[in-house]
């Protein structure tokens, strides 16, 4: 049997830039990947002859000189990627029902500034005050800034400040308190529990610059991949981990759904730490640690509405729109039934194709994963295909329509322009990315009890570490920055933040 260096389980963008960093460094590297398509949440699929993205859609951080740009430049992919700006005077565009003011984020803190300001004059210096401090805490982040960490996020200031009270203590302004938390669907945002560091890199690496793939996020999936192949190593779909080989207190070799076995010296798993501890057999891991991975709670999921418009119906339009039905920015995770969707978020592909005119919508709004505990015994993905049912049909198309009405109040005419719709919900998210509930951002961070939720990249296993958004953060930037962190496990922190620095 062939043996490698490194098997990584999991080609989502973490598994990925994994893959590129230790193959490029002389390891001899194998990623595992259930489904047919690599990428995770990169995946994009075609209705209709149209691109949609399932959860890439803006990047930040990717303008020469930027955090994101470097590391893509040591990953050896940035000038490949097909990219296109965001609007620089409206990248985000948060608005509410009943105020007809479209509040705009603007590209680079002094255009933000005074583009917020034009919004809130007379609170020119709380929104001041708001940017320094996001820049400030941003600063203490060494990864984020390119600088090396030793790798450990565990002792970094503002873990256990509030994003919401930070916000709060900026302005006694109730709408611009509203529109600067406005786009936290980013992060799940969570009034009770979203850390002030969490909102801080997020937003700071989209004020910085906001890019969006031209025809689909999949391309940094395939690009990476090639360098992995470039690099020696294999990538090989249609690979179903289900259990650790163990030998001694080591794992040995991962064995697939289909009976096929894979050894390595080195294992890094870039699936959610819990179903990752699911493939370790009894007495092989402390009862405690795997309670403690097994009690954190993840992030709420999504109900996704996936619009192919009719031609040269809708004006392309270059930015994202947050929509908030209720007034209250930070309860949007805690919708009833019948005050859903409480906020939704909209965004559209950008394509090769353009012609002024944009040919898809996707709409984004929180649903838990208990709405779906009915169907949760079938299983679908593109090659697994097991219907769910009349009934979950007609759950999703409920569910569009709710949301088409209340798209329909914010862009009046915008049924007449669907040529046809599709969805997606938190099965789909379950199903294809193979968490246990269709979790959007994974394990939730909480200002309360900061430690909890923090993930090392080494686990319990001395030759098994963990690589994804479940490590630092999620994200494009999260997760790189978080495989950086899995790979300097084997090469040395100071070593490789040197050559990402150099690249
Ligand atoms: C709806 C949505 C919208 C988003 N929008 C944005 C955005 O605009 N900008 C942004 O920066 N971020 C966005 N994100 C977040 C970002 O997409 C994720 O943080 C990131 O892609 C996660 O990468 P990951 O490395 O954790 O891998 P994941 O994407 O979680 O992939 C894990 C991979 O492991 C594979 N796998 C699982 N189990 C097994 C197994 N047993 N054997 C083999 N393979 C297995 C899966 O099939 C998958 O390919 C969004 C996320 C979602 C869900």
């Known amino acids: 049997m062939e043996k490698y260096d490194v098997i990584i389980i999991g080609s989502g ?7 590129v960093i230790l193959s490029r460094e002389g390891y001899k590297v194998l990623v595992l990947e259930k489904n047919k ?37 040591y990953l050896g992919i940035m000038d ?28 680079g803190y002094d255009n933000f500034i005074e583009i917020m300001s034009g919004h809130f004059p007379e609170e020119r210096e709380g929104i001041i005050a708001y940017c320094n401090k996001i820049k400030e805490v941003c600063r203490n982040f060494p990864m984020y800034n390119l600088n090396p960490s030793g790798g450990d996020w565990s002792n970094i200031a503002y873990h256990d400040v509030s994003a919401k009270e930070f916000i709060e203590s900026c302005t006694t302004n109730e709408k611009l308190r509203a529109v600067l938390a406005g786009t936290n669907l980013l992060y799940a945002g969570e009034g009770d529990k979203t850390p002030l560091y969490t909102h801080a890199l ?12 031209i025809d689909g996020g999949s391309q940094i999936a395939i690009l990476l991949q090639r360098n992995i192949l470039n690099n020696g190593g294999k990538v090989l779909k249609h690979a179903n981990a289900k259990k650790f080989v163990f030998e001694g207190d080591l794992i040995q070799a991962v064995e697939l759904e289909d009976g096929r076995r894979f050894e390595a010296d080195h294992f890094i798993s870039n699936v959610h730490p819990a179903v990752t501890l699911d493939m370790v057999e009894e007495g092989k891991i402390r009862n405690a640690y795997r309670k403690r991975i097994n009690s954190l709670e993840n992030s709420v999921s999504v109900f996704i509405l996936y ?57 984004m709004a ?15 993905t593109v090659g697994y295909e097991d219907e769910r049912g009349s009934s979950y049909e007609e759950f999703k198309n409920r569910k569009a329509e709710v949301l088409l009405e209340h798209m329909e109040k914010r862009f009046p005419g915008l049924r007449d322009k669907i040529y046809r719709y599709y969805t997606s919900t938190p099965l789909t998210y379950r199903d294809y990315i193979g968490t246990r509930d269709g979790s959007l951002y994974g394990i939730v961070k909480d200002y309360k009890d900061p430690m909890k939720s ?40 100071e070593y490789l933040m040197k050559k990402v620095k150099e690249a």
């Open 13 to 19: 963008l973490g598994g990925l830039e994994c893959g």
């Open 37 to 73: 398509q690599i990428g995770g949440n990169l995946q994009t699929f075609s209705r209709d002859k149209c691109i949609f993205d399932t959860g890439i859609h803006y990047i930040g951080g990717l303008e020469k000189g930027q955090n994101l740009y470097q590391y893509f430049k």
């Open 202 to 213: 997020v937003i700071n690496s989209y004020i910085e610059s906001s890019y969006r793939c």
């Open 307 to 363: 619009i192919v418009l009719k031609k040269n119906t809708l004006e392309s339009f270059n930015c994202n729109y947050y929509h908030f039905v209720k007034p209250d920015v930070w309860e949007g995770v805690s919708y009833t039934q019948d005050n859903w969707p409480h906020n939704y978020a909209v965004f559209t592909g950008t394509s090769s194709k353009e012609n002024g005119y944009a040919d898809t919508l996707i709409s």
């Open 80 to 107: 490949s990627l097909k990219l296109k700006k965001l609007d620089e005077n409206g990248f985000d565009i948060v608005t509410f029902e009943g105020d007809p003011t479209e509040y705009r984020y603007g590209q």
């Open 454 to 493: 923090f993930i090392s990249a080494r686990t319990k296993i001395p030759n098994l570490l963990l690589t994804g958004q479940n490590l630092n953060m999620h994200g494009v930037l999260g997760v790189t920055i978080g495989a950086v962190v899995t790979c300097s496990e084997f090469l040395g922190n």
């Open 366 to 380: 929180y649903m838990n994963y208990e709405e779906t505990k009915e169907w949760e015994r079938t299983f679908n």
